[in-house]
């Protein structure tokens, strides 16, 4: 430490110089993350039944294929499978994470073996418990309760795992709310229900809409529980589409890849204008 | 761990916001929550673990109580060694992902607020896109047709024949940093946002260079989510499956593709029930090593309940 301190000492970095040398390493981190994904759509675009490069030209048969009047059956299934499973486990972990968050934020329990910190780190294990061992544990349970491959179980399980992100998103905003705004209205004669409905839940609303877009996304996206509580008929698009490159080079792959690029950066964009929202 | 760290500094601010309400129906609200996680989760890695002591597993009339999958394990050398593979490719993963991520947050930090946002929003979005997609664009860069071959080989000429680049524990390592990197840079992004800035002014006003101001006083002051990222991202890429299985070939596989094998393709769930086991104790033990040997208690403060 001493010689590094004196090291330290004697270099003097102006300002200019290591801001800017900070600024390319950040511009290059950004190459390195976006490169790859500029390729996928770039090669979508290729009229070759290989995608690499160079490209002989530019074609958008790929996404004539993915598209209808000739889509792909499967594709368009996968498709909706997890539009639906996305949908109904935001919907499930939205309504069980709120209420988590209320009972966690807003009561003391009073039980000694279960205090809030307990509480906390139950709420987070979904997420910090290795993906690969919750994937084949449940399905394990699924399979001994005959559930195996269900379309319900897959969105239970899909509850499972975005209930982290709304317990947290809501328990945040309730943590900022200012009470004495609930206090004010009963004061000037609202009931306790009239206060939630009108107080309460229109401050607390973007916290949970944030919350189950991020489950939205989060299921929509994910993998590698999904790809173990799955079977045929149940599979979704990121399954479909992990097999889809598994069995050989479809091109595509590449226009399927740019759609969901397309829509999830939409939906990013929207959850982070929700979001400041929320944090504003 | 930051969020965690988050959970008590808005549970000692709460503590003053206002009052917590007495009664049961708290307890009432959790319970749905708290029940999913219990059955489905605690259940689900109970079975996981019953079965890793039963032959055969699943459970039937002939199942009898038996250490052999665990012996199995640690006598054949192939599992122990692809769980040291896995164990470096995290580590590599790791410390990439902070050599890259560090300096790329703290950039963050200091730079114009005209900019800001949208750097910050470049940092997120890849968090948002689809990892399978995200993998195989790997394929198409390392791949012996890929970019990179391109350009080496038809563009510039540098080589005449193309690279192995893919199959690799590096292109392991690659598609690992890539997928992660988000979750290092945030929390160091949050913990260098709550520096003291005063203390670094002063420090310069004493005479220190911003080299020395960095390293006595920023650097100590971001620990915490540095330790929450190396955490999070050695955590998620020690048990990867995807990336390993579309950019590690038939050679590289790492223990999650193991742990997968055994329950979808071979069906030992015994097997794959011990070496889930051995894996999940195994994180565990880093972890806690980890918080002590790096003393993440000292460094948010004292935790608690609130």
């Known amino acids: 430490m001493g010689l590094i301190r004196t090291l330290s000492s004697n270099i003097d970095l102006s300002d200019g110089f290591s801001t800017r040398l900070l600024k390319v390493h950040t511009l290059l981190l950004f190459t390195f993350l976006y490169v790859p994904i500029g390729v996928v759509v770039l090669l979508s675009f290729t009229p070759d039944q290989v995608p690499t490069f160079p490209m002989p030209g530019i074609s958008l048969q790929w996404y004539a294929e993915i598209l209808p009047p000739n889509y792909n059956e499967e594709l368009i299934s996968a498709l909706f499978t997890s539009l639906k499973i996305a949908t109904l486990s935001s919907i499930g972990a939205g309504v069980i994470g709120t209420l988590a968050a209320f009972g966690m934020v807003r009561h003391d329990l009073h039980i000694r073996w279960l205090s809030t910190d307990k509480l906390n780190t139950a709420f987070l294990l979904p997420l910090v418990v290795p993906w690969i061992v919750t994937g084949i544990a449940v399905a394990t349970l699924y399979s001994l309760l005959g559930i195996y491959g269900t379309f319900w179980s897959v969105v239970l399980g899909h509850i499972l795992i975005t209930i982290p992100f709304v317990v947290t998103i809501v328990s945040s905003q309730l943590y900022g709310f200012d009470r004495s705004l609930e206090e004010a209205a009963q004061n000037l004669g609202a009931s306790e229900i009239r206060t939630f409905y009108e107080v309460t839940f229109p401050i607390v609303v973007p916290g949970i809409l944030g919350g189950m877009l991020f489950a939205f996304t989060i299921s929509f996206d994910n993998f590698t529980q999904t790809f173990f509580w799955t079977s045929f008929g149940t599979d979704t698009l990121p399954v479909f589409i992990y097999s889809m490159i598994r069995t050989g080079i ?3 792959v590449n226009a399927i890849g740019t759609v969901i690029v397309g829509f999830s950066l939409t939906v990013a964009v929207i959850g982070e204008k929700l979001s400041q929202r929320v944090l504003d | 761990m930051s969020i965690k760290n988050k959970f008590d500094e808005l549970n000692r601010t709460a503590s003053v916001y206002f009052k917590r309400e007495e009664g049961r129906l708290g307890l009432l609200e959790i319970l749905p929550g708290i029940t999913l996680i219990t059955i489905l989760l605690g259940g689900s890695l109970g079975i996981v673990l019953l079965y890793s002591f039963l032959d055969p597993a699943p459970v039937s009339a002939e199942s009898t109580f038996t250490l052999q999958h665990y012996r199995e394990f640690f006598e054949t ?19 990439a992902a902070l050599a890259l991520g560090y300096p790329a947050a703290y950039y963050l930090t200091i730079m114009d607020s005209k900019w800001k946002s949208l750097y910050l929003l470049l940092m997120i979005l890849p968090f948002w896109i689809n990892v399978v997609v995200r993998t195989y664009a790997w394929r198409l ?33 690659i598609g690992l940093v890539h997928v992660f990197l988000p979750f290092m840079v945030i929390p160091i992004y949050i913990s260098l946002n709550n520096v003291d800035r005063s203390g670094i002014e002063a420090a310069k006003n004493l005479g220190a260079n911003k080299l020395v101001a960095f390293s006595e006083i920023t650097f100590p002051q971001s620990l915490p989510g540095v330790a929450a990222g190396v955490l999070l991202v050695f955590v998620m890429s020690f048990g ?51 918080n002590r040997q790096i003393g993440l208690d000292e460094l948010y403060g004292s935790g608690g309940d609130a």
Request: glycine share 10%; aromatic share 10%; hydrophobic share 55%.
């Open chain 1, 250 to 252: 479809d091109p595509s």
């Open chain 2, 77 to 95: 050398g192939f599992y122990l060694s692809v769980l040291l593979d896995s164990f470096i490719i995290a580590v590599i993963t790791t410390a």
């Open chain 2, 141 to 173: 860069i390392l791949g012996s047709n890929g970019l990179i071959n391109y350009l080496l080989v038809d563009i510039t000429g540098v080589i005449n024949s193309p690279l192995d680049l893919l199959y690799s524990k590096s292109a392991i390592a």
């Open chain 2, 240 to 290: 990867a499956f995807v990336t390993p299985s579309l950019l590690g070939g038939q050679q590289n596989i790492m223990i999650g593709n193991i742990i997968g094998q055994m329950f979808n393709e071979l069906q030992s769930w015994g097997l794959g029930g011990a070496i889930s086991v051995i894996f999940i104790a195994l994180v565990v033990t880093i972890v806690y090593l980890f």
